[in-house]
């Protein structure tokens, strides 16, 4: 090994501060602990699962993470995804093959030197989504991110488990970091909306298109749903734009049929 | 995980290009398994073993190397680390802590930057040298280096197993080796469409608005729509997804007051 394993202080640098890791249904919960383990290695402590297949807490997962138990003590399990990343606002989603959505994508390190530029208030606001051992995350879990970070290894073998995963992308954000951490400078003048109130206006959003017969014919309802969030999520809306599109639909949609009175569209952003 | 094992293709790219991969002492053989898998991920497939503990072959290398047994049937067994060494120009020592001796020390990302400027002839008599899972190398073994390379990761917690190792320090070359892996940034498949069929969207959108009475006050619609116009210009949308967001404008205010009938949705995109 590298470094040995030494009696975990009782803060690390930059605890609590860097990108939450969101575990997408881990099978099993040594590879929770491996990835806790992974994760305190390069100063990460917010971990999140998403409907962890054997339970949790789960006791296998802590000799795995080798003294990281206080990231796993912290871990916040949801039932969904849409749940685990709510009150984030970017979302970045690890995935191997290139999916057939408009993302934009980057790589590993391009990750490090994205959340390098971002204050502290944004970076709390950032988590990772890591699939399944197996499976990898779903479609519907890529759609909810507004990147997708790939780890451009050899492509004739490329068989990283997700404690690996999870390290190389924790590095590179440790990386990133501490060569930048002295001059972060400002990250645009308005912050993306949680996604929890994108969720809001998606509702909305479909409501309206389900009651003027938008989604012709229903099988294909699924699919163009993710599409069209899929775009909504990339333009990383602040809350006042959230707003601003809420006033759109209310008022294409208001007067239909000669029912609501269109809403008055909020002030423009900023 | 991020990628997925495939079928081991007949070669890969850089194969036996890099350098060697030097184990001294490990103990279990879980451990070079695993080492191996982190190797070849990495494009790196010349393994060297000083002195194994429990043998060589060994049984319980294979399963850990999930598919990456050409790395472990080549690997080549060393009595001395000054053996396994004998025939390389150049040697790297992993280590976490400084050590009482005047030695180069790079970091592993320095690493990469070092080797990406060597020829392939020099590369080949290249090697990193990785000790024992609990104690590490021996002061013995870092003499016989020309560089101390460290992993300057979490202080207050670092916990790389052996096999983590071995991939953060192969991970570093195989992003200096490829000129195209270190930080591309790239967008999906789907293009976006050009500016022109955006503003044809701007275009339906303001008009379906402006029937509706959005833009109230209208000294205000100069503003909002540069803000709403900025909103979409950010969602890149490719050809399909604009005729999915007219679908949308269309859909919601086509039945308003009674007017045109909702126009159907376009497919969904790609």
Same mark, same amino acid.
């Given at each position: 090994m590298i470094r040995r394993a030494e009696p *975990?202080? &009782?803060?690390?640098?930059?605890a609590g501060f860097g990108p939450a890791i969101v575990l997408v249904r881990p099978q099993l919960a040594q590879n929770i602990g491996a990835a806790a383990r992974a994760m305190l290695n390069c100063g990460l402590t917010r971990m999140r699962l998403v409907a962890p297949r054997d339970g949790w807490?789960? *006791?296998? &997962?802590w000799p795995m993470a080798a003294g990281a138990d206080r990231v796993l003590e912290a871990a916040a399990v949801f039932d969904t995804t849409e749940a685990a990343v709510a009150d984030l606002a970017h979302v970045f989603a690890t995935t191997a093959r290139p999916r057939d959505m408009v993302k934009r994508v980057v790589t590993a390190r391009g990750f490090g030197a994205d959340l390098a530029g971002r204050p502290a208030a944004a970076l709390a606001k950032t988590g990772v989504l890591f699939g399944a051992e197996?499976?990898?995350?779903d479609n519907a879990d890529v759609v909810l991110a507004d990147t997708v970070v790939t780890i451009p290894l050899n492509p004739a073998f490329s068989s990283l488990n997700l404690a690996q995963a999870v390290l190389l992308v924790g590095y590179e954000w440790a990386m990133a970091h501490s060569e930048t951490a002295a001059d972060a400078v400002a990250y645009g003048t308005s912050a993306p909306a949680e996604k929890g109130a994108l969720e809001l206006f998606f509702r909305h959003l479909e409501q309206e298109l389900d009651a003027a017969g938008?989604?012709?014919?229903?099988?294909?309802r699924t699919g163009m749903v993710r599409n069209i969030r899929n775009l909504f999520h990339?333009?990383?809306?602040?809350g006042s734009e959230l707003g601003t599109l809420h006033g759109i639909v209310t008022a294409l949609s208001?007067?239909?049929?000669?029912?609501?009175p269109a809403r008055r569209a909020p002030d423009t952003d900023g």
């Open positions: *975990a202080a &009782a803060d690390t640098s930059g807490p789960n *006791a296998e &997962a197996r499976s990898g995350l938008f989604f012709h014919p229903p099988e294909k990339r333009t990383a809306a602040s208001g007067r239909r049929l000669g029912g609501r």
